[in-house]
């Protein structure tokens, strides 16, 4: 499979899509158990559930046919059959995209080469600070130190797929250049998200007004650090409603469940992972929900980049080339 047929099979997918109003992104949130006690987080810990066979997922993404199939939780590196549900989820002619969103605590260099035979594209790896604070805010000791080894095993590869994924907060939002020096030591992307108080309802980790004024000279360094380096893969879209979106605490115009939609760990469907409902198809969660959602409460990175509209879809892959 050369990948210029694949781009164009994504292409087409991406643009059918948008005409036909299916998602751009489904996340297969293939357990909520979850191996860390993030800060930011409800999760953490078993969750005693039930959970679709490999095949019951690949039958949704073929229903769906989204541009990009995040594979994510919990963490989704717990499932056993994980390299399972990625080679049915991938078709032939390598759609969809597939990123793995996992804290990485599980991700072993051997592990790694696996899941990318399986039809990894993209691994996003959650990374909250440039250094050994990423332990205490997820809960998990030496995690730092593992992901940095594991970069250094894989430092002559040359098609890595990883961008490190930081959720922008009141706590981290001082190192956020830092963290992109860091993806540019280890030869990855960077990639940054809006913290949303919908998952544990602490204010405390939203920007504050006082802190604004620093927040966006923040911004205007990691937009340079960007251009200079090309490894920030968040688009300027993204960076100017980041900034709104703790300046007024919301973003209106939610199209979760149309641009992007998110599979529970037993098969069923929610518009996204912070509204959890069991839906049976998309038809139902636009006659159930969309109409009525007037949620703004989140701007997280599935929500950024399913929506971003077309001006800046062309002008990320214009940079991107
Ligand atoms: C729920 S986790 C699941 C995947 C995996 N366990 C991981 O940590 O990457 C998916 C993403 O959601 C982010 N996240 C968790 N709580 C959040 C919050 N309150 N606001 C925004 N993003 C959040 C995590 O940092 C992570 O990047």
Redesign the pocket.
């Known amino acids: 499979m050369s990948s210029l047929r694949t781009n164009l099979a994504l292409a087409g997918r991406g643009i059918k899509n948008y005409v036909t109003k299916r998602p751009f992104c489904v996340s297969f949130e293939i357990t909520y158990s979850?191996n860390?006690k993030?800060k930011?987080?409800h999760?953490g810990g078993p969750v005693d559930e039930e959970r679709a066979a490999p095949e019951k997922y690949a039958e949704i993404a073929r229903e769906l046919n989204p541009v990009v199939a995040q594979i994510?939780?919990?963490?989704?590196m717990l499932r056993r059959d994980l390299t399972d549900i990625i080679r049915m989820i991938k078709n032939p002619n390598g759609t969809p995209y597939i990123v793995l969103?996992?804290?990485a605590a599980l991700l072993s260099t051997e592990k790694y080469y696996e899941l990318k035979e399986a039809g990894v594209d993209g691994f996003?790896?959650?990374l909250?600070f440039p250094d050994e604070r990423h332990d205490d805010f997820r809960g998990v000791p030496g995690l730092y130190n593992k992901i940095q080894s594991l970069m250094e095993d894989i430092r002559e590869e040359k098609n890595k797929g990883i961008a490190l994924?930081g959720?922008v907060n009141s706590q981290n939002f001082r190192d956020l250049v830092p963290m992109a020096q860091r993806a540019l030591e280890w030869g990855v992307y960077m990639n940054y998200?809006?913290?949303?108080?919908?998952?544990?309802d602490k204010m405390e980790?939203m920007i504050s007004k006082t802190d604004m004024p620093a927040f966006k000279e923040v911004i205007a360094n990691l937009l340079a650090f960007k251009k200079r380096h090309k490894n920030i893969y968040t688009s300027d879209y993204t960076f100017k409603n980041m900034i709104a979106f703790f300046e007024n605490q919301e973003v209106p115009n939610c199209r979760a469940g149309e641009k992007f939609l998110v599979v529970n760990p037993d098969g069923s469907l929610s518009p996204c992972?912070l509204i959890i409902k069991k839906y049976s198809s998309q038809k139902e969660i636009k006659k159930e929900f969309l109409e009525t959602n007037t949620c703004t409460a989140?701007f997280?990175s599935i929500r950024a980049n399913s929506e971003k509209p077309v001006k800046y879809l062309i002008l990320d892959s214009i940079r991107s080339v």
């Open positions: 979850c860390a993030c930011h987080c999760l994510s939780g919990g963490e989704p969103t996992t804290n996003s790896i959650s909250d994924s959720v998200s809006t913290y949303t108080w919908l998952r544990t980790y992972g989140c997280t």
